[in-house]
């Protein structure tokens, strides 16, 4: 039977789920992310959280707090609303705040039940070997932390039986060393499906800081989703404007340049890198790319298209590409995918995020395929 302390934190902890659930499309638009402890778990702040008070009801018949006198009078002719020592006091509630540690499975379980999110069936085959230890069988040997106390009883008590010196009316059973009897490791090997995300990004003058928020914010939250469906999963990053390099992830996210756009270079490194280190027979591949539409000539995106043929979606479980509004950008790269895919293309996914109130919406347009 479960502890009632134990009890109460599980109920607790639903609620705490179900508060962020109802939370997190305005959670998610204002940008703010889990931070990462270091230990696989993330926290969350929970804003405005109330704390359980007394209310009278209607009908007070004397006691504690009755009296003379009417709600907000000074106490021993005290005068109200006077300021304490250091800082003055303030007319205002002050806010609650309560840190929560959860961890992957836990906040992408929350995405996919907001997002009604399937699982993802992977494509590749099962390339990344694990090895388990089940302690399900028993040894003659072993340290005394594995040591099965009811098997060794036990066989101490069969040889005592056997040898004739088991007494029914003193039934102690003293075990020799040879009736110790420990639980023994089967060394399972599993094997695990694995995967790689490839994000791409337009870091020309007119992508700004807004617009790589919401790149930074959706990856974030497509990385989650995707580590809770993969036991092993690599990141990868490639910037462009006229010409792609491969980064890290904060070079990924700060970097802004201010010269031309050319996709297709973005898109060869890619196509490169699947070639070079993921054989997509094995691994999950999965390429984002994010823009606000600029390209420089009819010609590159024919080349995009091109390699997008005949390369990337071919190997890919997917190809998604999110195309993130700005006052600068034409927007004309998604209408041309769109003419050549369409939206409805399961290799295909193309999304329009207009902003951070967005994000979540175009998540589910990548995600709900379950590829």
């Known amino acids: 039977m479960d502890h009632p302390i134990k009890r109460d934190h599980t109920r607790f902890r639903k609620i705490v789920k179900g508060k962020i659930r109802d939370s997190l499309k305005k959670y998610i638009s204002h940008g703010e992310m889990p931070l990462p402890k270091g230990d696989g778990t993330y926290r969350i702040p929970m804003p405005q959280i109330e704390t359980p008070r007394f209310k009278f009801g209607e009908k007070q018949q004397g006691g504690l707090g009755q009296g ?7 106490v021993d002719g005290q005068q109200g609303d006077q300021p304490g020592d250091g800082k003055e006091a303030g007319d205002s509630e002050g806010k609650k705040e309560l840190e929560i540690d959860l961890t992957i499975d836990e906040l992408a ?10 699982n993802i069936e992977p494509k590749g085959k099962k390339c990344i070997q694990s090895m388990t230890d089940r302690y399900t069988s028993i040894g003659v040997v072993g340290p005394d932390s594995l040591k099965h106390f009811k098997r060794s009883y036990k066989e101490a008590l069969k040889r005592q039986i056997a040898s ?3 007494d029914p009316s003193n039934p102690v059973i003293i075990p020799h060393r040879g ?25 020309s003058g007119s992508m700004g ?9 959706e990856s974030f939250w497509i990385n989650l989703w995707l580590k809770s469906q993969y036991k092993d999963i690599e990141i990868r990053y490639i910037i462009h404007d006229a010409t792609a390099k491969e980064v ?3 070079t990924f996210f700060k970097t802004r340049e201010s010269g031309g756009t050319l996709i297709s270079s973005a898109y060869r490194l890619c196509r490169d890198i699947i070639y070079s280190d993921y054989d997509f027979s094995e691994w999950n591949i999965y390429p984002f790319h994010f823009s606000d539409g600029d390209n420089w000539s009819t010609d590159d995106t024919k080349a995009c298209l091109e390699i997008l043929d005949m390369d990337i979606i071919p190997n890919s479980n997917m190809f998604c590409y999110g195309q993130v509004e700005s006052r600068y950008g034409s927007g004309q790269f998604f209408k041309d995918l769109d003419g050549k895919y369409g939206t409805n293309s399961d290799d295909v996914i193309l999304s329009k995020i207009a902003n951070k109130e967005a994000i979540l919406d175009s998540i589910k347009e990548f995600l709900e395929k379950g590829k």
């Open 68 to 74: 003379e006198g009417n709600p907000g009078d000074p």
């Open 109 to 118: 379980q929350i995405l996919g039940d907001e997002l009604e999110l399937p």
């Open 164 to 166: 004739g010196t088991y």
């Open 179 to 203: 009736d110790f009897r420990y639980r023994s490791a089967n060394v399972n090997i599993e094997y695990e499906n694995s995967a790689v995300v490839i994000y791409m990004m337009d870091v």
């Open 209 to 217: 800081d807004e617009q790589k928020e919401i790149v930074r914010t």
């Open 248 to 250: 890290d992830e904060e």
